[in-house]
């Protein structure tokens, strides 16, 4: 079994709707989750990150987070074409490292 | 500005050569890290390193060896046993208090030629 497993994608959406991401952990003792977008040929950039149970929103984006279901998502309000990338979902399992998910790859239509 | 620096950018190694790919980084973080991503599949950890003069296995690390002799330093080396090298090699610092996630350097893609 995966540690991380991301909803496959590709992911569509048209501009100025809610693109909405999907992650899944195995280790219920995780306790710190991130999403990093990007660009194709690019390095990850950190853009959320979160601890507790529930949701937290910075811009456009808003991140939630429920342990008990070992489940993270993020949800991308408003979507604009900058926004096409890979999104990266990463969890921290202990000792500083963390795992990531294979990525979902967005398309925002213009 | 503080960052993490990868060189070089592209690099072509021949078949049986080992190369060894660079990391710096000035923002004064104990931990380094060095995945590989190839498409599809994700970031996959070679090698880190939470302190200098120590660092530890990760989840594919055949074939490759590492340093860390100075804080800011931690060079991989990709050595003619690891038989398909080419891919986008990502190295990331972190401090080790806190958790803060990793930032990233810019990457350095390499192919075997």
Known sequence: ???VEQNSGPLSVPEG???SLNCTYS????????????????SPELIMFIYSNGDKEDGRFTAQLNKASQYVSLLIRDSQP???????????MGDYKLSFGAGTTVTVRA | DGGITQ???????????????????????????WY??????????IYYSQIVNDFQKGDIAEGYSVSREKKESFPLTVTSAQKNPTAFYLCASSPVTGDYGYTFGSGTRLTVV
């Not at chain 1, 280790?27 to 690019?42: L, T």
């Not at chain 2, 950018?9 to 049986?16: D, N, S, T």
């Not at chain 2, 590989?36 to 950890?45: C, E, K, N, V």
Request: net charge positive.
């Open chain 1, 82 to 92: 900058s926004d096409s990338a890979t999104y990266l979902c990463a969890v921290n």
């Open chain 1, 17 to 19: 709707a809610i693109a």
């Open chain 2, 36 to 45: 590989r991503q190839d498409p599809g599949q994700g970031l996959r950890l």
């Open chain 1, 27 to 42: 280790d219920r003792g995780s306790q710190s989750f991130f999403w990093y977008r990007q660009y194709s040929g690019k």
């Open chain 2, 7 to 33: 060189s070089p950018k592209y690099l072509f190694r021949k078949e049986g050569q080992n190369v060894t790919l660079s990391c710096e980084q000035n923002l004064n973080h104990d931990a380094m890290y």
């Open chain 1, 1 to 3: 079994q995966k540690e």
